[in-house]
Each structure stands twice: as C-alpha cells, then as structure tokens.
C-alpha cells in the first residue's frame, strides 16, 4: 500500500464560518489552527496547503479564562527599537482597543508552525471580523458550531 501525498491545488477548499460570542480563546485558536493547516482532512500532507478557509465574527466578545484577562502574567510585549521602548498589554486592553480582532488573530499565528513561507500563505487563509457581519457571504461560508463539539468551548455566565 503506498503512502497518499496530496497535490496542490488537488482538493478544493471550503469556507467555515465561526461565531466567536462567549467563546474561550485558546480553545478557539487551537482547532482554528487545525483547519487552517488542513489537519482536519483525510489527505493531510504537511508541506502542501490542503487547508480551508476560516470565517470568525463577533471577535470582540471571545472570552479568555481563569485570571488571564488582567493579570501581569499573560502580557503582549513588543519592542519600539527604541531605548526603553518596551510596551505591553493584557488580553483585556486588546479587546477593547480599536483593534480587538489582533487577539484572535495572534493567538492562532503563536498555533502555526514558524518561520514558514507555507504558514504565512495558511495564515492569509483567516478572515476575523468584529461585529455580526462578514465580506465573505458569496462564498457562502458553512457554519461550525464550537459551542456544541465540547462543553468546555463556550463560558456560561
């Protein structure tokens, strides 16, 4: 039996659609990042892009866990290059910046393999949007409901 190796542009790829609202984040990223890599596929091949597309609205009411949200230990650092330029944030400064999707959006990136050319062009496969509304309708994007595969996924107030 020989060992299956997929060619590109050999399975075409589907459209998922994920609302976000109450979701945890790392739950969320992590079987994002599957999609996005292909893994999800009967004819996974690591060094070709057999992913699909990925759909996510209502970015700014994902949820992060436990004490994460305020606390001094999970902190977004970057560097100006500046001296003394070191800037932080907390996961809750970013959801109400004027950019909460960045979250969703690193999180899944820190889940894909680095330093990759193949990553980068997996990464262009995520689409994240705020609100309800997404520029994807013609595609028509089919709905993956992350609430019902665990009970774990979504937070209950």
Known sequence: MKTYTAKPGERGQKWHLIDADGLV?????????????????????????TGDHVVIVNAEKVR???????????????HTGYVGGIKGRTPNQVLKSNRPEALIEKAVERMMPKDS????KQMGKLHVFVGPNHTH????????DMAKANRKNKVQD
């Not at 050319?117 to 980068?120: G, M």
């Not at 309708?137 to 993956?144: D, G, S, V, Y």
């Open 137 to 144: 309708e013609a595609q028509k994007p089919e709905p993956l």
């Open 117 to 120: 050319r193949l990553a980068d």
């Open 25 to 49: 984040l790392g739950r969320l990223a992590s079987r994002v990042a599957l999609i996005l890599r292909g893994k999800t596929n009967p004819g996974f091949t690591p060094n070709i892009d």
């Open 64 to 78: 992060v866990t436990g004490n994460k949200a305020d606390s001094d230990k999970n902190v977004f650092y970057w």
